[in-house]
């Protein structure tokens, strides 16, 4: 089955630094790549995904990148703020083949200090 | 709409009792499941549903049983709790076609104790 790994497992930057979270996956087969962010205390909710037909996505100060030769997606956010502190996770899946399970990374804590 | 709605939020269980979590989404999704996630483990599935009356296991379904009798209710029931179940407990839907990505809405969680 998928396995997604996830680094870093925590990740300290200054306001208004870039932030990179890397994910890498095991079945050539999945073609959606999700991110969901969870604030403390809070449901994870998705942020921003990825098709396996696109090499980039972006959503004003994030942005998605795939390679699907090396099987790694990475989660891009640039001029950081505090409100960006939150645990973010990768997932994997492959969708149009039946039941679409998601297998999620093991999360990255960002903290942005102020 | 309230979307995904769980009960409790919170609960300390002893060990070999039993309990059920209960989630309701008021959405007309039809893909429903519930996931556990332990700290720096990130969300493992426990067991899924595609539509009213069909359910099956996740990555971790031992110790759980769940039912589907109408789309909207899906609970989660543990059977002689233990130890290794505390955690906390994410229900999620989602409207899934063969077309959609299938975007999950999350409740709010539920903190699970067993002492």
């Known amino acids: 089955g998928e396995n997604v790994e996830q680094h870093p497992s925590t990740l300290s930057v200054q306001e208004g630094d870039s932030a990179v979270i890397k994910c890498t996956y095991s079945d050539s087969a999945s073609n959606y790549f999700p991110w969901y962010k969870q604030e403390l205390g809070k449901r994870p909710q998705l942020i921003i995904d990825?098709?396996?037909?696109?090499g980039e996505k972006k959503d004003q100060r994030i942005a998605v990148t795939l390679n699907k030769t090396a099987k790694h997606f990475s989660l891009h956010i640039t001029e950081t703020q505090p409100e960006d502190s939150a645990v973010y996770f990768c997932?994997?899946?492959?969708?149009?083949?039946?039941?679409?399970?998601?297998?999620f990374g093991t999360g990255t804590r960002l903290l942005v200090s102020p | 709409n309230a979307g995904v709605t769980q009960t409790p939020k919170f609960r300390i269980l002893k060990i070999g009792q039993s309990m059920t979590l209960q989630c309701t989404q008021d959405m007309n999704h039809n893909y429903m499941y519930w996931y556990r996630q332990d700290p720096g483990m990130g969300l493992k599935l426990i067991y899924y549903s595609v539509g009213a009356g069909i359910t099956d296991k996740g990555e971790v379904p031992n110790g759980y049983n769940v039912s589907r009798s109408t789309t909207e209710d899906f609970p989660l029931r543990l059977e002689l709790a233990a130890p290794s179940q505390t955690s906390v407990y994410f229900c999620?839907?989602?409207?899934?076609?063969?077309?959609?990505?299938?975007?999950?809405?999350f409740g709010e969680g539920s903190r699970l104790t067993v002492l």
């Open positions: 990825i098709r396996s037909n696109v």
């Open positions: 997932a994997a899946s492959r969708v149009n083949t039946g039941f679409q399970k998601l297998v």
């Open positions: 999620a839907s989602t409207y899934r076609t063969d077309l959609n990505t299938g975007e999950l809405f």
